[in-house]
């Protein structure tokens, strides 16, 4: 049985879906139309759409019962993302966030390995492009990846947050944040600034470090305590392709797995707590 599946928002990630679902065997994409009325007869939708209109786009079909993928970040603000949970729980719908480094293969070798060394000590993350967005601010854009992998290693959500920009508060372009887990600091750094495109994330742990570097040749490396280095094996599949994969077989299972909403709602509230901070000079915000 072929899968029909409706994709909103077909700008450059969007194209980037269409593709990697195109080369599933049982899969058509239909392009819908943002604002458009849900179409009769799809088995699930994709929402691609600009950060701020997620929750827009997303909740009629939500609120159907239609399956929905919907692009990181869940939503740019707390009411929005609230609002999406609040619709998934009345119909039952299945509601994946695209976080999409949670389904990269160097990362899933970090988070098989990292036991092995000894608990994680902290995280230091690095975010950055020279692609600005005119509908959210770096943090929005960069965070989603931080926070989600961060989340997954801590097996938790952060307990607070301080937050600088370092190029203006309204939009910041360039922007430290500290978040903690606990006894353990997240330090993520953002940039909309650098022409040198970079998502790496070395996690240092009590008997050794992990380096993950997703433009790196080898994106994975292993520093044990007395200083040898290793390169860990990987699987080569894209990560979108492990994404698509897992998204479809909730549409075909029809399980709705609320702790999908409940993670994202989480990191929607701290990059949110992140905005306060640097509203308020850098202040700590608990969440």
Request: one cysteine or more; charged letters at 20%.
């Amino acid at each position: 049985m072929t899968l029909r599946l409706g994709l909103v928002g077909h700008g450059r990630w969007g194209r980037n879906i269409e593709r990697t679902l195109l080369a599933f065997p049982d899969v058509s994409v239909a392009i819908v139309d943002k604002g458009s009325r849900p179409a009769a007869g799809l088995d699930g939708v994709l929402i691609a759409t600009p950060s701020a209109s997620h929750a827009d786009a997303a909740l009629p079909y939500i609120e159907l019962g239609v399956p929905t993928f919907i692009e990181k970040p869940l939503a740019t603000s707390v009411s929005d993302a609230e609002r999406i949970r609040d619709a998934a729980r009345r119909s039952g719908a299945v509601v994946f966030v695209g976080h999409v480094f949670l389904h990269h293969p160097g990362f899933l070798a970090a988070l098989e390995l990292q036991p092995s060394l000894g608990p994680v000590r902290y995280i230091l993350s690095e975010g950055m492009n020279q692609s600005p967005r005119s509908d959210s601010s770096v943090l929005w854009d960069w965070l989603p990846h931080s926070l989600s992998m961060a989340c997954t290693l801590a097996a938790r959500d952060p307990d607070s947050v301080a937050a600088w920009s370092l190029s203006g508060v309204s939009i910041p372009q360039a922007a430290v944040a500290k978040f903690q887990y606990g006894e353990v600091p997240l330090v993520s750094t953002t940039s909309w600034l650098s022409p040198i495109p970079r998502m790496r994330m070395t996690i240092t742990c009590e008997q050794g470090t992990l380096v993950f570097d997703s433009k790196a040749p080898r994106q994975l490396t292993a520093y044990g305590g007395r200083g040898e280095v290793s390169y860990p094996a990987y699987s080569e599949e894209l990560p979108l392709t492990r994404e698509m994969t897992h998204f479809l077989a909730a549409v075909k299972s029809g399980n709705a797995d609320l702790s999908q909403i409940e993670t994202g709602l989480a990191i929607v509230r701290a990059i949110a707590a992140a905005h306060e901070s640097i509203a308020r000079g850098g202040n700590l915000v608990k969440l």
